[in-house]
């Protein structure tokens, strides 16, 4: 068996390394990397430098410092941990800009994402850094579903926004307690993912095409097509869990499809490897990538030190688990 903290610290650093090994491919099209890179097998140089991560990891971090400390999510404290974390130049899609300047100006935590597009926003930003709540919550749907909630309604208040999250969330919360010496039963991931959906969810039929593409051997062209690649939830959310059920075997191959998907490159792949960190816990990253993550004061060895906070705190919770 793998330690359960192996596994969180696989879902954090999982994460930081999917979007590492994706920021510099953010916005291509599958055929231009195909073409460019046949696959993306090494960390290639970066706008921020080789390994540097961006918005989906920086946020992951505020995340997961703030559930640390208030012992669960906190609505003001979190809007506030996003607030301090934010750097621009991480690369912040425009809404959570607008959400962050919104708190920045007082607006409340409860209020800001509400002002973002006309319904609040279903772009990917609240399932990108949602990894750490899929932890610490892997075991209780119903307090998974309300700190999903009140994490993404900060900067995402649009139900397909929240929604994304859930799945996301979800699925890694799936993996880490799944025992990675089995086969996945890719039904029965399918089936649980689908129990948390509305009735009406846009995302219904992204499971259902998932179920048909699985068994066969489809282009990449094919999967896009099907699945979608860009940064709304409803298309990269779906694509991550994808990446990883067509490679569940293996932590390198799963991140490496999740790039090859093209587009929203940096946070398809950083929600597949939080999945499959989740799954086959830290020892599963290749050495020469964990090597290449940035450092620095929050860098690899700083999230590695979260993830096992956040163990520590899981183990308050489930002192028998
Ligand atoms: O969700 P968000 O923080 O973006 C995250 C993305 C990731 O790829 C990061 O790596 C970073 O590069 O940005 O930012 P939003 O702007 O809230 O949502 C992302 C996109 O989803 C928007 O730019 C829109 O294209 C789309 N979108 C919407 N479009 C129309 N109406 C989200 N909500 C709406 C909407 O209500
Ligand atoms: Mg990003
Ligand atoms: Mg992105």
């Given at each position: 068996?793998?330690?359960?903290?192996?596994?969180?610290c696989?879902?954090?650093l999982?994460?930081?390394?999917?979007?590492?090994?994706?920021m510099p491919?953010e916005?291509?099209?599958?055929?231009?990397?195909?073409?460019?890179?046949?696959?993306?097998?090494?960390?290639?140089?970066?706008?921020?430098?080789?390994?540097?991560?961006?918005?989906?990891?920086?946020?992951?971090?505020?995340?997961?410092?703030?559930?640390?400390?208030?012992?669960?999510?906190?609505?003001a404290?979190?809007?506030?941990?996003?607030?301090?974390?934010?750097?621009p130049?991480?690369?912040?899609?425009?809404?959570t800009?607008k959400?962050?300047?919104?708190?920045?100006?007082?607006?409340?935590?409860?209020?800001?994402?509400?002002?973002?597009?006309e319904?609040?926003?279903?772009?990917?930003?609240?399932?990108?850094?949602?990894a750490?709540?899929?932890?610490?919550?892997?075991?209780?749907?119903?307090?998974?579903?309300?700190?999903?909630?009140?994490?993404?309604v900060?900067?995402?208040?649009?139900?397909?926004?929240?929604?994304?999250?859930?799945?996301?969330?979800?699925?890694?919360?799936?993996?880490?307690?799944?025992?990675?010496?089995?086969?996945?039963?890719?039904?029965?991931?399918?089936?649980?993912?689908?129990?948390?959906?509305?009735?009406?969810?846009?995302?219904?039929?992204?499971?259902?095409?998932?179920?048909?593409?699985?068994?066969?051997?489809?282009g990449?062209?094919e999967?896009?097509?099907e699945?979608?690649?860009?940064?709304?939830?409803?298309?990269?959310v779906?694509a991550?869990?994808?990446?990883?059920?067509?490679?569940a075997?293996?932590?390198?191959?799963?991140?490496?499809?999740?790039?090859?998907?093209?587009g929203?490159?940096?946070?398809?792949?950083?929600?597949?490897?939080?999945?499959?960190?989740?799954?086959?816990?830290?020892?599963?990253i290749?050495?020469?990538?964990?090597?290449?993550?940035?450092?620095g004061?929050k860098?690899?060895?700083?999230?590695?030190?979260?993830?096992?906070?956040?163990?520590?705190?899981?183990?308050?919770?489930?002192?028998?688990?």
């Open positions: 068996m793998i330690a359960l903290v192996e596994k969180f696989g879902t954090l999982g994460t930081h390394t999917g979007d590492a090994l994706g491919l916005g291509a099209s599958p055929g231009s990397i195909q073409k460019n890179y046949g696959q993306v097998r090494e960390m290639l140089d970066a706008r921020l430098g080789v390994g540097t991560y961006t918005d989906d990891t920086e946020m992951m971090i505020a995340l997961a410092e703030s559930l640390v400390r208030c012992r669960g999510v906190n609505g404290d979190l809007a506030q941990a996003y607030l301090e974390n934010f750097n130049l991480r690369g912040y899609g425009a809404g800009r959400a962050l300047e919104l708190l920045r100006s007082g607006v409340s935590w409860e209020e800001a994402g509400k002002r973002v597009f319904q609040g926003s279903y772009g990917n930003g609240a399932s990108m850094r949602i750490p709540v899929g932890c610490l919550y892997s075991r209780d749907l119903e307090k998974l579903k309300e700190a999903v909630h009140l994490s993404s900060i900067t995402h208040a649009h139900p397909w926004g929240e929604e994304g999250a859930l799945l996301q969330a979800y699925a890694v919360a799936l993996a880490v307690q799944a025992d990675p010496w089995q086969e996945i039963d890719v039904d029965h991931f399918l089936a649980s993912l689908e129990s948390v959906l509305d009735e009406g969810s846009p995302f219904r039929e992204k499971l259902q095409a998932m179920q048909r593409l699985l068994p066969g051997e489809p990449i062209e999967v896009v097509l699945l979608g690649n860009d940064s709304r939830t409803v298309t990269s779906p991550a869990i994808f990446s990883f059920l067509k490679n075997a293996d932590f390198e191959e799963t991140v490496v499809y999740a790039v090859g998907l093209g929203d490159t940096d946070t398809i792949a950083a929600m597949a490897g939080a999945i499959a960190g989740g799954f086959h816990g830290k020892p599963a290749p050495e020469r990538w964990l090597t290449r993550l940035e450092r004061a860098g690899a060895d700083y999230i590695e030190r979260l993830a096992r906070e956040l163990y520590d705190l899981y183990t308050d919770f489930y002192p028998h688990a």
